[in-house]
């Protein structure tokens, strides 16, 4: 239990995944050491106290115990029938069965920790690489209006091109990486739990349909981040695609958009992204230097003044 308890004082990004193991684990294992002292010997006392003679009581044949009785009643008839001892098993098999095909028919859902009940997520938006911070900025605040329609939300934190304060999620999906100017954070904080009808996880799922739709307004890309219940990952789903040898790189384009377009035609998956640019224009100005030095202007003072402009 001592061992345990350290970890109460981990504080920064890692208390709140180590604080409910040190304080679970002393409590369970402090109550299994109070049962093991004082009731189960109390229990083994009044159950055996007839057979031993204690407590003033005449030793008593154990076969004509209460407890022997029960348990000789129920347990006898299956010792003595096979075809009873038979039905037995077949029963707990098909209890195991049943119990294993609960997941498999979609009854009971299979998930290592369930979702989380908290006061916030977050909204990344990627727009066409090119685009500037301005349509960045306005995409976010279209994204804000409607995620501010929902009662259960208190206040909405806008960063364009640049990425919102770093947290345990964002250490490990790089988010902090994200300073482009097509790129844009959107910090939703809700009310507390004890106000509101709904987890945040139910929150999410209502408003993603239209989050969706503003954002193909403006041809985002919108992610929906919840925080974790546990450890963050760098996604739900991770497809890796490599190049084979010689390939060109538009073939190589081409079959990772082929792998993107088999998890977008999925209805359970959502977020589907890639890590390749969008293609876009690119400019090349080439300067007549004998007008320019005519005219008295540099290539850098004309390079400048594109830069100014553009």
Do not use: C
């Amino acid at each position: 239990m001592v061992s345990f308890l350290p970890m109460l004082f981990i504080t920064g990004m890692m208390g709140p995944y180590m604080q409910p193991m040190a304080l679970n684990v002393p409590v369970a294992m402090f109550m299994s050491m109070v049962v093991a002292f004082t009731v189960t010997p109390w229990l083994s006392y009044h159950v055996l106290k007839g057979v031993y003679g204690k407590g003033g009581h005449e030793p008593v044949d154990p076969h004509k115990t209460f407890t022997y009785r029960v348990y000789k009643a129920v347990l006898m008839p299956f010792l003595n029938s096979r075809l009873a001892a038979w039905a037995l098993i077949g029963f707990t098999m098909l209890l195991l069965i049943s119990s294993m095909a609960l997941p498999a028919i979609g009854l009971v859902p299979l998930k290592m920790l369930p979702f989380d009940n908290k006061n916030e997520f977050q909204m990344l938006v990627d727009l066409p690489e090119g685009s500037t911070v301005e349509e960045t900025d306005a995409a976010l605040n279209a994204l804000a209006i409607e995620v501010r329609s929902a009662p259960e939300v208190k206040e909405v934190l806008s960063y364009a091109g640049t990425s919102s304060p770093m947290d345990f999620n964002g250490m490990v999906r790089h988010y902090y990486l994200r300073q482009e100017p097509h790129r844009g954070d959107l910090r939703v904080n809700l009310i507390p739990k004890e106000e509101r009808r709904y987890q945040s996880h139910a929150i999410v799922l209502r408003l993603r349909k239209n989050l969706q739709a503003v954002a193909d307004n403006y041809k985002a890309r919108l992610k929906i981040v919840e925080v974790p219940p546990g450890p963050p990952v760098l996604s739900t789903l991770v497809a890796e695609v490599y190049p084979k040898s010689g390939q060109s790189d538009a073939t190589f384009r081409a079959d990772t958009r082929h792998v993107r377009k088999l998890f977008a035609e999925s209805k359970d998956v959502v977020d589907v992204d890639d890590t390749f640019e969008a293609n876009r224009s690119h400019y090349v100005f080439r300067v007549d230097k004998e007008k320019a030095s005519i005219t008295g202007v540099s290539t850098e003072d004309i390079a400048n003044s594109l830069l100014n402009n553009s």
